[in-house]
């Protein structure tokens, strides 16, 4: 039974409004529950991009409070009561606070090259590779936290010793609008520097950064109110002192808690700049197998595990979209329509080689990995895209056939969340290579997820099946059915072959 009773306050529709940040674009979203519906407005959508200085790349953390700010403001010109805010953003990037509780200066991007070898110089100096991943079980990835942090260790990067906390970032753009500070757990644990059993900081991984517990805010879980804006924000839009919730700030864990499963036999695949593929664990599985396939243990809105592999998703399509748009403007319809109208299976790409991380030309890279693996070799705007959609539906099953030996339940259903969900050629062929229905839906499944913690925050939806419930009555899902499935197994053996689990 839901538990939600709308609430009026002055004639004002009682609502919550979700801070939604990926790495490439935010929004801000009110969502309100009406007869069991979630119903969403989009108030503001802003651009979020990589700043390049001198080599370096960089978040723009001030463009982002100003958007927030914005954001609020708008609020006031809605017929609404917002009862609080939540804020989510990706993972492992951090601001450093210094003593007099400023930011030093603006967060490195975790695009940025400077951690490219940090994990092998990691594992010569401090801890080898098995160690490090069984301590933390999370897959190892050069960006994480833990390598940024040991790389401005290395570098005596004259800022580090001054920090006095890292906040992760939706801690960081809370701590702005509340001047409270917390280290909210699902963001937390993409950084590699929690013990996943105990769900707090590894005190022998931050003692080899110099580092210790007292470098970052108190951990808290999703659910707990951070503070209220401050008196700043308040004169800033007009607003009171509305309540500033922790929800699972890493966005995939807001998206994970909106899939709209029936029951516990299902994966998940986030689709974004990221792909994130996964399941719900009780516990962490943290093993030599999983560490062989190099899965990741992250933590989930509701306590439960997030067992997943991160696959480079939409990043590729969005970096070879930059340079068409050099020539003519392209939608992404438009690549879709080439793709979908040119020859199937001409070539493949592994769409997690380090050469796609942050290339000066996407379009040069992959058509260099088809050269040197003897394939054809791209050309037109259909062909690349074809090969980039078609690699990322074989590398989908690659992962799912290793997180089915995992799982201790027959996995019957893929749910295809987020941006990328919207991309119904490539939903088909995700359903014709893994041989298992998809679901795809919804496509704001990380803002949902936002405000329906703020919602179970606010004691006004219960658990996880009124939050998955509430969604499957709000939104229209799409579902593909498997079909040629001999002639994708024919052509997976074929990407298997040139391209082995990494």
Partial sequence: MILFSLVMKESKLAAFLAIDLGASSGRAILGTIINNKL?????????????????????????????????????QLQDIEIQSIGIDTWGVDFVSIGKDGEPLRMPYSYRDTRTFDAPEKFFDKVLSKKDTYLKTGIQ?????????????????????????????????????????????????????????????????????????????????????????????????????????????????ASAVIATPAENENFAYLSSGTWSLMGIESKEPVVNEETYSLNFTNEGGADGSI????????MWLIEQCKKEWAKERDISYDEIVLAATQSEPFKCYINPDASCFASPESMIDEIQNQCKQTNQFI????????????????????????????????????????GGGSQNNMLNKFTANAIGIPVIAGPSEATAIGNILLQAKAAGLVADKKDIRRIVRNSVDLVRFEPQDTNLWDKQYSKYSEIFRES
Avoid at 45 to 73: Q, T, V
Wanted: a negative charge; hydrophobic letters at 40%.
């Fill in 306 to 313: 997030r067992l997943l592999k991160n696959i480079c998703g």
């Fill in 140 to 252: 190892i990835m050069n960006f994480n936290s833990l390598f940024q942090l040991f790389t401005q260790k290395e570098d005596k990067n004259p800022i580090y010793p001054m920090t006095d906390k890292f906040l992760f970032m939706p801690d960081a753009l809370s701590y702005l609008l509340t001047n409270s500070m917390v280290t909210e757990y699902t963001i937390a644990s993409t950084s590699q520097l929690l013990n996943p059993f105990s769900r707090s900081f590894d005190e022998e991984l931050l003692s080899a950064l110099n580092l210790s517990k007292e470098n970052f805010a108190p951990i808290v879980f999703p659910g707990t109110q951070i503070g209220t804006l401050s008196e700043s924000v308040q004169k800033q839009t007009d607003l009171g002192a509305i309540p500033v919730i922790a929800v699972a700030g890493h966005d995939t």
């Fill in 39 to 75: 119903e969403l407005k989009e108030l503001n959508r802003f651009a979020n991009p990589i700043i390049d200085i001198n080599g370096r790349l960089y978040w723009n953390l001030f463009h982002l409070y100003s958007e927030i700010i914005k954001s609020l403001k708008i609020t």
């Fill in 378 to 417: 791209p050309q037109t705007i259909g062909e690349i895209a074809r090969c980039i959609y078609e690699s990322l539906a074989l590398r989908y099953k690659q992962v799912l056939e290793n997180l089915q030996k995992l799982a201790g339940f027959p996995i019957e259903t893929l749910h295809i969340i």
